[in-house]
Structure formats: C-alpha cells, structure tokens
C-alpha cells in the first residue's frame, strides 16, 4: 500500500486533535490512516491510543468510514480508485454504483463508455472504477474493469429438505441460503451457480433463479472449480485468442542477437511445463574488473506474439496472471504459447529479451544491456538436479554440464550474494509445503518443501534483471510499471515495539524500520524460544507489495527501483514492462501503444487486483483440498502451533500438513478470556493462564468440511502460565470460556484466518510474490 497522502493545503498543531480538527485533516487528505495521521500531529505512546478511541468513537457515531482494513475517510467520501456494485438503474436507464465495502456509501452515477470489453455493465455486476469529481462539483464513477462474477450471485450446493430446494452457500462468511423454485432440475449435493432474486420476501430465506450447474460436490477436482467461481477468476480463451495463438509462427533470427551459442539452461520445478527463464555465467576477462561476472538472463519474447490491442492482449491484461490450483492451472496465455512457442524449451529456437550484467566483485552490478535475441536451452535441469549436481551427486544429465555451465554460476551467485548481504533484504522466513495431486485428483501427500540454494541462486539473477528493467526505462523516461513495496506504517511499528517488549526483546524508541533492523531482529531471536512467533509478527509488520505507475522502491528487497520483468508468461506486469523495453531500446514496432500508455494508471490497478484475486483463489482451492485430505482423520490428534489469535478462538497449523483449522474460544476452559492485542495473546481474567501466538499446542481433529475449506479442533494443551512480569491487559474483548474444559460441541470457523498452505506451483524468486 502506498503511503497515504498529507493535506499541503494547512499546517496543524501538534498534539492529539479535537474532533472538528482531525474531521479537516481527513477530508483534506482524501483517505488516510492512524500512522498517517499520528505523524501528522506529532503522536506518540499514550497518544497514539487516545487518537485509536477517538476514531473509532467517530466511526461508531457515523463520521468515518473504513477504507479497507486500517484506512479512513469522512463518511461518504470516495476513494479514488474502488470496487463498486451496479446497485440501482434510473428511469432514464442510467446505471448506479455502491461501494462495496459499506452501506452508507452514496450512489455514485457509472458514466458511458469505459473498458466495458466483455459486455456492457448491469445491475449486480462487481466493477474496478474511477471516481472523477466533475467541474459541476457532481461525482461520477467511470469503468475500469469488470471483476467477473456479479455480488448477487451465490455459489453453493443443493441441498433437498422435504419438498424445498436450498442453496447452501460454498463461502463460509456468507450465512445467505437460496430456495430454488419446485421443479427446478437438479439433484442433492450439486454444485450451482444462482442469482437473488432483488423482490424477495423480507423474512426468512432469499428467493434464487438457478443459473448453472457447476459441478457436483463430491467430484475430487470440484475444490479449484468452486475457488474459480467463487472469486471470479476469467477462465479459458476465446476463439479469436485461440486462432491468433494457433496463427503464431517459430521465431527466425531475422534482426534478432544471435544467442545459440551460449550455453543458457532453465533450472525450474520438476513438473513445471512453461519455462520462461534461463541463465548462464561466466568471468568477467575485462582486465579492469578483476574477479567480476558476466550474467545472463534470457526471458521469453512473448511481446512478440502478445500485439497490443489483439484479443490474447485483451484476456491477458483482463487475467492479469496465470492462477495456479493444486490440480490446475488457469493460464494467462493458451497453451499454443505458454507451453508452446513461448516456453524455453531445451534444443529448440525460441525468441528472447535478455539481460547481459556485468558484476564486480564486490557483487555490485557495474553496467548491464538488454538485447533482443534468438536462443536455444541447452538443458532444462529442476532444482533439485542442479542442487544435487553442485553438491557431489550429479546425474546422466547434469554430469556434462557441471564444469561448463553449474560450477561458473554458483561461483556467480557466490559474488552476487556478497552484494544482496550488503543490501540486506528482508529475510524473513517461510515454510512451504508441496501438495501432490494423485490421478483421482485428490492429495495423495503434503511434504515440506526444500529450501535449497538452486532457488536462492535463480531468484537472485531474476531480482537483478528486475532492477536492471526499471533502471533502463527509468533511464530512457519510458512510462513504466514498478513493483512497489512501502515500508512499515507507525501503527504497525508501534504495535510490534508494544510486543517485543512483552517479551523483554528491545526496539529503540523512534528507531527508523531498516531491513538490516529486522533481520538483526531475527537473527539475534532465530535459536530462541520466541524464533517463530518473532518471525510470524515480523511478517505481519510488513505491507503489501503492489504494481503502480508512481515509484516508491521496493522496501522488503531495499531496492530503489524495482519492475517485473522475468514472467511474462504468467504474468501481465512483465508483458508491459517487455514491451516498453521494446520502446524504449527501439528494438521493434511492437513495444507500447497509445492506449498502453494512456491506460497505464489503470492497468497497475487492474493486475494488483487480480493478484488479490488469484492469491484468494489459490488459497481457497488449497483449503478445501486438505480438508477433504483430513477428512477421513477426524479425531486424530496433531502438533501444531498458534498462529492467529482474535477474540473469539485461536488459529492453529498442524506441523504435519501446514493445514490452519480454528480452535473456538469455548474449548479454552471455564472462565472469561481477554484478547490482549498488545502480547498477541489470549489471557484468562481470574487465572492469568496465557494462549499466546507461537505457542506450540496439542489438538484433536473435531470436523473438516471440504465444502468450505474449515476445520475445526479441540485444545488439549494446557495453556502457559501467567507472565507476572507483565501486565494484566484492561483493554480487549472478553469472551467467555465453556466451563466444560475441551468442552462444547463443534462451532463454524470464521473469516478473518491466516493464510494456509503454500502450494508447490511454479513461483520465482524463492516462492514469494516479490
């Protein structure tokens, strides 16, 4: 999230704010947040706490509104960019919009026009638009994009009770049952797609017009299809796409570098089918740069099939990126290509952008240039091969190429990685696991995944042509989109200070958020009993990275400038940063359009937020899958760790699986629990007895519903003893244990959980969305 805007317009005492005046910094500031405001008003410790009562006293009343899950606007002020329902429809035919996220929202006109590829907007459809004050001083909303799936429709399963037909949604926050008209043909326990019906009665459940038959609910690969319908994920191509990626020929070399010669190889997943890198190192024999490298990195051209204004262009940026599923993948391009003439397939030509850099040996990038080349793999090798090669194990394949081509880069990784320790990027550790799908298309097994030093090596020569993209168009003044990420807001410093100091772990007061703080951090905590609850809060510190047009750096990698460059098979991003290169480099007539860059702003929008969507997606998926994988272990007893806690349970992840279920708070004991947010921790009113995050637990297994993805279990740990060093919380919320230890019958999870598993698909850059 980028840093909210400040008001230039007034200066404002310091000091905690009265009502009318912190009410004039917001509506000057559009949208802001409690550190944005805090910094505003010179707000410190105790401060900081009356600001948090004060809005959220002006919240109550009325005179806030959210902006997501920490920001604020007056109430009824529009954010500049926002996903709005169509709510209502004129008499004159014109369309109305509502914000999503709240009821006192106003109705907002939708102007004509717009991105409405796909189909013109109607009521209940979901919309990404802009909203633009005109010069009568009237606000209007003007399309984006279209965010599939409509809000009045209900993903859910059949379910035949007497003579109704219900709908029982598939979302575990949605409490919305559909009854179906008699007579409707399906069948109990049918996966369906149904519209509300907008006159319903007011009472009792809501009325719903089938529209679709999805699947059935038993079917092992029902999971993924339900996370597709459910978030809106655009699937498969139309035929236009599909005859334009059919049409596409081999690349010649034409006026391309001819890269043959160099011996560039992929190193990916075992069962990764699209490769869209390759690499290859060797000294540097400048005399002038002794002990430097030469690195190369070569990236499939798909800018070369993907035209601007074509129709793969238009379901490309309308995808924003391939959404990978434990037993599926939804690709942003038709096989024809991704798979195809656009993978970097061992012996055959392929058409590439690459990066030549050239590294001291301190691991300082000296210079780099970008040429557009004809390459051919001369090997397609895993991670483990390569790993296994290096380390004195080499296989038939890897064997002849150990010499030649796997020692040189490991030694250039050897000198790259003195640089990336001087930069010190967040390192932040996180486990994953691989989750492998058997023919049947259920799990036949969950096992960690290796963290080995092949994937450090590749996800450092990606990060390097990354910078080396944004540096070159940068250079050139060539309109781009950089991958940001901002640093730490002071509300979440704070709130981590708070913590640490729950644990005797020091942060000096006003301390700035370096990374090489965090990771001292880390590292002075890694062998001690607080290592995993000390990286789990490091981590939720952190904000989001995003795609924007504004640069702001990339904070978790400390880079200044920072672009997606290295995927544009999977992803959208890297497509407009290949074709800009194009631009920017002249190396062709098929670099950014007008409408690229007039639509830029835009475009940065649209693929964040299909990130969000595919990240959902994914996770859901992964959910539903292992609960249908523990199914049949219902209650089985496991090892886990608390990883979330709120004021009505604790979160808990087996170490077998990764899997995170709910313990509710009636299975925690017979008295009131407080939720201290300040030590992360559930705290017994009369005992002091603690449930803090990190703490390692016993569990049994009391229900798992594949259908939602929930699991629910019971604690059979006791909790840790009271700390009396510290203080007993006041603040929180109380809520009460079941007298009965372990004790009440199984409750349904709530939203509000950390993410799950990791999925074994094919990621970059050690598997996170960097």
């Known amino acids: 999230m980028a840093r909210s805007k400040m008001p230039k317009s007034t200066r404002f005492a310091k000091g905690v704010p009265d009502r009318e005046t912190l009410l004039k910094f917001i509506r000057e500031s559009g949208e802001t947040d409690k550190a944005a405001i805090a910094r505003a008003f010179g707000l410190k410790g105790e401060d900081r706490r009356v600001l948090r009562s004060l809005l959220q006293t002006m919240e109550a009343e009325g ?63 979901r919309l990404l638009v802009r909203f633009v004050t005109l010069e009568n001083g009237e606000t209007e909303a003007r399309l984006i994009k279209r965010l599939g799936q409509s809000a009045h429709r209900i993903l859910g399963v059949v379910r035949k009770v007497r ?104 190193i990916d997943p075992q069962d990764a089918r699209d490769h869209d890198d390759a690499v290859y190192a060797e000294p540097d024999d400048d005399p002038k740069n002794p002990g430097g490298w030469v690195c ?19 379901i490309a940026r309308d995808k924003g990126n391939s959404v990978y599923f434990p037993d599926r993948v939804e690709p942003m391009l038709p096989e024809r290509l991704s798979n195809g003439l656009c993978s970097l397939r061992e012996g055959e030509n392929r058409a590439t952008m690459a990066v030549r850099m050239v590294f001291g040996a301190d691991g300082r990038k000296r210079s780099h ?78 096992t960690p995944r290796p963290s080995l030093e092949a994937h450090k090596l590749i996800e450092e020569f990606m990060i390097q042509a990354n910078v080396s993209a944004a540096e070159t168009l940068e250079q050139k003044k060539t309109p781009l989109v950089y991958r940001i990420h901002d640093q730490p807001s002071q509300e979440k410093i704070q709130a981590l200070v708070d913590f640490l100091s ?27 009993p607080h290592a995993d609850i000390v990286n789990e809060v490091v981590l939720r510190t952190q904000m989001q990275a995003v795609y924007s047009t504004d640069n702001i750096g990339h904070y978790g990698l400390n880079l200044a400038k920072y672009a997606h460059f290295t995927s544009p098979i999977r992803r959208y991003a890297d ?69 979330g806690v709120t004021r009505f349970g604790l979160f808990v992840r087996l170490a077998e ?44 297994l009391e229900e798992a519903t594949p259908i939602t993805g929930g699991l629910l279990f019971e604690m059979l740990s006791e909790p840790a003893p009271p700390d009396k060093a510290a203080p007993r919380p006041r603040l929180g919320m109380r809520a009460r244990g079941d007298r009965r230890p372990g004790g009440g019958g199984p409750g349904k999870p709530k939203s509000g959980r950390p993410p799950g598993i990791r999925t074994g698909r094919k990621k970059k850059m050690g598997g996170k969305r960097r």
């Open 502 to 528: 729950t644990l005797g772990l020091p942060w000096t007061k006003g301390e700035a958020p370096r990374t090489e703080r965090f990771n001292r951090l880390l590292e002075e905590t890694r062998d001690g």
């Open 163 to 266: 003579r109704e037909i219900r709908v029982e949604p598939v979302d575990r926050k949605s409490k919305d049952t559909l009854l179906l008209p008699d007579g409707e043909d399906v069948r109990d326990g049918d996966l369906v797609l149904a519209q509300v019906e907008p006159h319903g009665p007011r009472y009792g459940p809501k009325r719903g017009k089938l529209l679709e038959v999805v699947g059935r609910e038993d079917e092992p690969r029902a999971y993924s299809i339900i996370a597709i319908h459910a978030h809106g994920i655009p699937t498969g191509f139309s035929e236009g796409a599909e005859a334009e990626a059919e049409a596409a020929q081999p690349p010649t070399l034409g006026g391309r570098e001819d890269l043959r010669e160099i011996p560039l190889i992929t």
């Open 575 to 643: 497509l407009i940063v290949h074709r800009a290169l194009v631009t920017a480099l002249g190396l062709g007539s098929d670099g950014l359009s007008d409408r690229d860059i007039a639509t830029m702003k835009d475009t940065a929008e649209v693929i964040t937020f299909a990130e969000r969507r595919a990240m959902a997606a994914e996770r859901d998926a992964t959910d539903r899958y292992v609960a249908a994988f523990l199914a049949d272990r219902v209650g089985a007893e496991f090892t886990g760790r608390i990883t």
């Open 369 to 446: 240039r970008f040429v557009r080349g004809l390459m051919r793999s001369a090997a397609k090798l895993s991670y483990e091969q390569a790993q296994a090669a290096i380390d004195g194990q080499p296989d038939d394949k890897a064997g002849p190429l150990l010499e030649p081509v796997l020692k040189p880069l490991w030694a250039a990784y050897a000198c790259l990685k003195k640089g990336r320790d001087a930069r010190s990027p967040l390192a932040i550790e996180s486990l994953e696991r691989k989750i492998s799908i058997n023919r049947e298309g259920e799990i036949a097994q969950i």
């Open 63 to 125: 005179a806030l509104g959210k902006r997501g899950r920490k920001g604020f606007a007056e109430a009824g002020a529009l954010p500049e960019v926002g996903v709005a329902d169509v709510a209502e429809r004129t008499t004159d035919g014109d369309l109305l919009v509502r914000l999503t996220r709240g009821e006192d929202a106003p109705l907002v006109p939708l102007a004509p026009g717009g991105d409405a590829r796909g189909g013109a907007p109607g009521l209940g459809d």
């Open 296 to 314: 190369w990195v070569a990236i499939a051209d798909v800018a070369a099939y993907v035209r601007p204004g074509s129709e793969l262009d238009r």
């Open 657 to 700: 699986t990764g899997a995170d279920g709910l313990v509710p708070i009636s299975k925690l004991g017979g008295e009131f629990f407080i939720h201290d947010d300040r030590s992360h921790a559930l705290v017994g009113e009369r005992s002091g007895a603690r449930w803090p995050l990190g703490m390692t637990v016993e569990v049994r």
